[in-house]
Every structure is written in structure tokens, then in C-alpha cells.
């Protein structure tokens, strides 16, 4: 029979819950927050575990990589969502946060399935999670229809297609700013979208003082936010060498990721802005070797 655990992990000990797949509690107590203790306690208490959770802090990063190395199934839960998910409790402690994280993260259909699994026409739950899961089904097929129709829009538009040639560009950003702008002739020079969409610094100059400060957030925020999402991509996910990712990533040493961050989703408006009048696309070039 599977087993699910729920790891509490603190500076010495470790709250540990182990679930079958049923729900039923097979195992609760602590162990030291040491990687090979938690090994030999979980082989010894949870040795068909399907799933091994715990929330992201300060000290998650040892426990799940030298879990994992071992070839255990663990998983990082954000500490935001468990947190939402563990505030309702009653009564806060370390067993009932490590009892709450029984179940794996799903979506979509296979949320769906994983209820229908756990619970079951026989469950007591049932006749109330049924109509919910139906609810969910169909958000679910209208969010499908919506993204068809959004990847529809961005084929039959030239101009979309060449600006999602940036890295980190995807077809909801592209859209985006393909409709946020509207008239790029509005623009004299590309450099002024970046103040258009309040992602250049506020300046306070009077007689002798002159200041600069945080990024105005002037226009539209959704936009803006796509930007720098898009530039979190560029910095974190995008393999291939350019110069922008290289010129992000030197000043982020300089400067830090976040400021780094804004001045590449600045740049990148001005490079979409500068596709979207000039009819090219983004060229990556050539890294410079020593």
C-alpha cells in the first residue's frame, strides 16, 4: 500500500506523519533534522512511501537534496501555499503541519482523479466533492478553450510571432504588449516605452539635490508584470547564450537580481518595440571567446 509523508522540518527536530493511501495515520512523532536519521527513520516507518513533503525555509535545502540523492520521492512545497493550506487548522504546531501535507500536488484532470481516487463513490465526502469536482471540470475545459484561442490569435499575427523570437517572450506577454501599445508610432524613440510602462527610475531634481529613486510604476501594471516575469525567465530558465541575458546577469553581480530584473524587462519593451516597427526578429549572436 502506498504511504505519504509530511515533513515539519526545524533546526533540531524533524515532525514526521506518516499516511497510507487511504488517510489512515500509520506513523507520527520526530526524529533529529539530520539526513541520515530522517533516511533511516523513514525506510524504518515509511518504506513504500509514494511522496515525501515539506515546505520550502531555511532549512529545507540540505534535508531535500540528500534525500534525494538517495533516491527519495520528496518534494519542496512552497511555503506560501502551505501556509494558506495549514492556516485553517485549529491548533498551529509542527505534528499538524507535517499531518496537513498528505496530499500531492495535482492539476487540471489529474486533481480530479486523485480526488475520485482518495475518496470514491463510498466516501462520506463524496456527495459534497462531487458537484465541486464538476464545477472544476468545467473552469477547467473553459480555460482550455480560452488558451486555444489565445495561441490561435498569436499564429495569425505576423507581428506577435516575430516578437516572441525574445527569449523569455511567451504568447500571453506578446499579446499583451501588442494591445498595451497599440499604435507604436506613438512613440518617438523605442527607449520612451520603458517610462510609458513606469519601469525607469522616479527623479527628483530641485537647485542643488538631485535624486533618483524606485521605478515609477506608472502605466499598465499587468504589462509590467509580464515583463518582468519574462525577464525572470531570461535570467533563470533561458539555456542559450545573448548578449541581454549576459548583460542581466553581470549587473545583477553588480546591482542584484530584482534591479537587474526591471532594467532587463526595460530593455526587453525596447527590443519588442524596436521588432514591432522595424518588421525583424530578435537575434541572438555569437558569445565572445577569450
Request: aromatic share 6%; net charge positive.
Amino acid at each position: 500500500m502506498k504511504q505519504y509523508v509530511g515533513l515539519d522540518v526545524s533546526q533540531k527536530e524533524t515532525a514526521i506523519c506518516v499516511v497510507d493511501e487511504t488517510g489512515k495515520l500509520v506513523f507520527e512523532g520526530r526524529g533529529k533534522s539530520d539526513p541520515g536519521a530522517l533516511a533511516a527513520l523513514l525506510a524504518k516507518r515509511a518504506p513504500m512511501a509514494e511522496r515525501i513533503g515539506f515546505e520550502t525555509g531555511a532549512m529545507s535545502s540540505w534535508p531535500w537534496h540528500e534525500l534525494k540523492r538517495i533516491g527519495l520521492p520528496v518534494v519542496c512545497i512552497d511555503a506560501r501555499h502551505a501556509h494558506a493550506a495549514l492556516s485553517v487548522r485549529m491548533n498551529k504546531s509542527d505534528e499538524n503541519d507535517a499531518r496537513g501535507l498528505i496530499f500531492p500536488r495535482s492539476i487540471a484532470g489529474q486533481f480530479q482523479r486523485r480526488v475520485s481516487e482518495l475518496t470514491g463513490d463510498g466516501h462520506v465526502l463524496w456527495p459534497v466533492l462531487q458537484p465541486l469536482l464538476s464545477v472544476h471540470e468545467h473552469v477547467c475545459r473553459e480555460l482550455d478553450g480560452l488558451d486555444r484561442q489565445i495561441r490561435h490569435l498569436a499564429r495569425e499575427d505576423e507581428t506577435t510571432r516575430r516578437m516572441m523570437t525574445v527569449p523569455g517572450i511567451g504568447v500571453v506577454t506578446a499579446l499583451t504588449f501588442r494591445h498595451t501599445i497599440d499604435d507604436p508610432s506613438r512613440f518617438r524613440s523605442a527607449a520612451t516605452v520603458g517610462a510609458y510602462l513606469g519601469l525607469t527610475p522616479r527623479r527628483k531634481q530641485s537647485g542643488e539635490m538631485d535624486t533618483t529613486g524606485h521605478v515609477s510604476r506608472w502605466g499598465d501594471r499587468l504589462l509590467r508584470t509580464y515583463l518582468f516575469e519574462a525577464a525572470s525567465v531570461l535570467h533563470h530558465r533561458t539555456k542559450r547564450w545573448c548578449a541581454l541575458k549576459a548583460w542581466g546577469l553581470r549587473l545583477a553581480k553588480r546591482n542584484g537580481m530584482k534591479k537587474a530584473q526591471v532594467a532587463v524587462a526595460r530593455k526587453l519593451a525596447v527590443i519588442l518595440h524596436c521588432i514591432w516597427v522595424d518588421g525583424a526578429s530578435f537575434e541572438w549572436g555569437k558569445e565572445m571567446t577569450a
